[in-house]
Structure formats: structure tokens, C-alpha cells
């Protein structure tokens, strides 16, 4: 199985532009997490969804925005992107229930925002 | 709040050399811990957890990690490291009470093994 992909790999965007960062997984996992990867920080949580039709924030969820319409996808949208939200971007997923369970990740989208 | 510090940016092992990377919490309560290790351009992948019981639990590749109570410390070991262990490496946090799955990161150590 492919696990967890996110589209695209990398990009580069003009501040001001809006940009939609998509996560699919196949794992029919109920939990899935949106997290930012900066030097020096680790990982940050943005937002995350327990289970389909439900969102929470994270973290650091100023600036993003998401969506839970179906278990399967969990797009993170930049309304208006600015160069601090620079960063590589990770889609994760758990089968939810334990709050014990680990997460699963996807490879990582690279965004540059100049 | 939750906290996960790791003390070392990078650590420096010979291959065959005994490896620990450290890692300390503070998290009201007991915990669950987790550590992820991170290879170049790639996402993060478990390693192995804590959840109750037996203080030294066992993971992938030969890992392993001790639960430490008293010192609220959660350090990952390896007896004999390999130049394939070079990567970067995560441990996280999760407190017991509600069910947001937060997961509080630490900044990552990375690890070089060198021949």
C-alpha cells in the first residue's frame, strides 16, 4: 500500500498567493495531523482531525486552514502565503482510538515562499 | 504544558560503538513516549513507544529506549551502531488525559556514525 503521498513535492510561491498542500492516505486511519519542520524547532503541530467532518488547531495554526470532507483526504490551505510559513510540511495519520497509537507520515512537501 | 527537550544537536558514535541519544520531558502525569527517526528527504518513521510496564522497551532496527521515572527521561540506545543509523532522530511526548493526539516534538539530534 502507498501509505500516506503528498502533492506536491516542493514549491516555490509568491507571498500573497494561496496554495492548497494535499495528503491522501490509504490506510482508512480515523486521526490525521498537519505538521511544520523547521531547523532548530522539530516538529509543530498545525491542525489535526480525530475523524471525518471534525478539525482542531494546533500549535501554530494562524495562517492555514483545513478540511476533513472524507477519511482519506486532509488538505492544509495558505489563504495568503507569507515567507514564514517557509518551511517543509508534513501529513501524518494514526488509526485513532488509543491516544497511545504512533503516526504514520508521508514524505514531506517543500515549500518556499518568497 | 508539555515539554520534550533533547540536550545534544548531534552525536558522534564509531560504527560498532554503543549509541544513546538523550531525551527528557515534563509532561503532568504519566506519559507516553515515542521516538521517530527521520532519514534525509524523507518522512518520519516510529521507532518504538512507551506506554506502561516494563521500562526498557524494544523497537525496529536494534533500538531500544528506557523509561526512567524518577529522571523523567526516555533515552534511545543502541549496543552496536551501523553507518545506516546516521539520520536524524525525534522524540516526542504525549500526555495521558483528553484525546487530541498532540504529540509534542523535541528538536531532533542527529546522528553520525562514522567506519
Known amino acids: 500500500t502507498a501509505g500516506i503521498t503528498q502533492a506536491p513535492t516542493s514549491q516555490i510561491l509568491a507571498a500573497g498567493r494561496s496554495m492548497t498542500l494535499r495528503c491522501t492516505q490509504d490506510m482508512r486511519h480515523n486521526a490525521m495531523y498537519w505538521y511544520r519542520q523547521d531547523l532548530g524547532l522539530g516538529l509543530r503541530l498545525i491542525h489535526y482531525s480525530n475523524t471525518a467532518g471534525t478539525t482542531g488547531k494546533g500549535e501554530v495554526p494562524d495562517g492555514y486552514s483545513v478540511s476533513r470532507a472524507n477519511t482519506d483526504d486532509f488538505p492544509l490551505t495558505l489563504a495568503s502565503a507569507v515567507p514564514s510559513q517557509t518551511s517543509v510540511y508534513f501529513c501524518a495519520s494514526s488509526p485513532g482510538g488509543a491516544i497511545y497509537n504512533e503516526q504514520f507520515f508521508g514524505p514531506g512537501t517543500r515549500l518556499t515562499v518568497l | 504544558a508539555q515539554s520534550v527537550a533533547q540536550p545534544e544537536d548531534q552525536v558522534n558514535v564509531a560504527e560498532g560503538n554503543p549509541l544513546t541519544v538523550k531525551c527528557t520531558y515534563s509532561v503532568s502525569g504519566n506519559p507516553y513516549l515515542f521516538w521517530y527517526v527521520q532519514y534525509p528527504n524523507r518522512g518520519l518513521q516510529f521507532l518504538l513507544k512507551?506506554?506502561?510496564?516494563?521500562?526498557l522497551v524494544k523497537g525496529s532496527y536494534g533500538f531500544e529506549a528506557e523509561f526512567n521515572k524518577s529522571q523523567t527521561s526516555f533515552h534511545l540506545k543502541k549496543p552496536s551502531a551501523l553507518v545506516s543509523d546516521s539520520a536524524l532522530y525525534f522524540c516526542a511526548v504525549r500526555g495521558r488525559s483528553g484525546n487530541t493526539g498532540k504529540l509534542i516534538f523535541g528538536q531532533g539530534t542527529t546522528l553520525q556514525v562514522k567506519p
Open positions: 512507551y506506554i506502561t510496564g516494563d521500562n
